[in-house]
Nanobody, 126 residues
Framework: EVQLVESGGGFVQVGGSLRLSCAAS????????IGWFRQAPGKEREGISCRSSSDGNTYYQDSVKGRFTISYDNAKNTVYLQMNSLKPEDTAVYYCARGTNTHYYCSDKNHEYDYWGQGTQVTVSS
C-alpha cells in the first residue's frame, strides 16, 4: 500500500524555520517525482516545490524560492522541505504527493500526482 506521511509542522514566529518530513512507503521512492503542496484557508492547493526522479532536478515556486529547500534521503525513503525566513503568508496545510511521472520533469500541477499525505499544519505568526 502506498503511503505518504507528513510531519514537522507547527507554530512559528515570522522569520523562523521549520523542516517538514514526508515518509514514503509502498513504492520505490527514487522512481517517482515527489512534490510539496500547500493550501491556505479559502485558497486552492498550490504546488510549491518538487524533485524530479529522472535527474534530481528541483523546482520552486517564486514565492518560496531562496527560502525553501527540498531534499531527500533514499535510505529513509523520506523527502524534506526546509523552510526558512517564514512569513505569515506561508501559513497553510502542507502536503507531499507522489507524481504520476507523466513527464520527464516534476510539475506543480495537482493532477500530475496520484497519492497524497494527510497534511501538516504550518502557522506563522506575526
Amino acid at each position: 500500500e502506498v503511503q505518504l506521511v507528513e510531519s514537522g509542522g507547527g507554530f512559528v514566529q515570522v522569520g523562523g524555520s521549520l523542516r517538514l518530513s514526508c515518509a514514503a512507503s509502498g513504492f520505490t521512492f527514487d522512481d517517482y517525482h515527489i512534490g510539496w503542496f500547500r493550501q491556505a484557508p479559502g485558497k486552492e492547493r498550490e504546488g510549491i516545490s518538487c524533485r524530479s526522479s529522472s535527474d534530481g532536478n528541483t523546482y520552486y515556486q517564486d514565492s518560496v524560492k531562496g527560502r525553501f529547500t527540498i531534499s531527500y534521503d533514499n535510505a529513509k525513503n523520506t523527502v524534506y522541505l526546509q523552510m526558512n525566513s517564514l512569513k505569515p503568508e506561508d501559513t497553510a496545510v502542507y502536503y507531499c504527493a507522489r507524481g504520476t511521472n507523466t513527464h520527464y520533469y516534476c510539475s506543480d500541477k495537482n493532477h500530475e500526482y496520484d497519492y497524497w499525505g494527510q497534511g501538516t499544519q504550518v502557522t506563522v505568526s506575526s
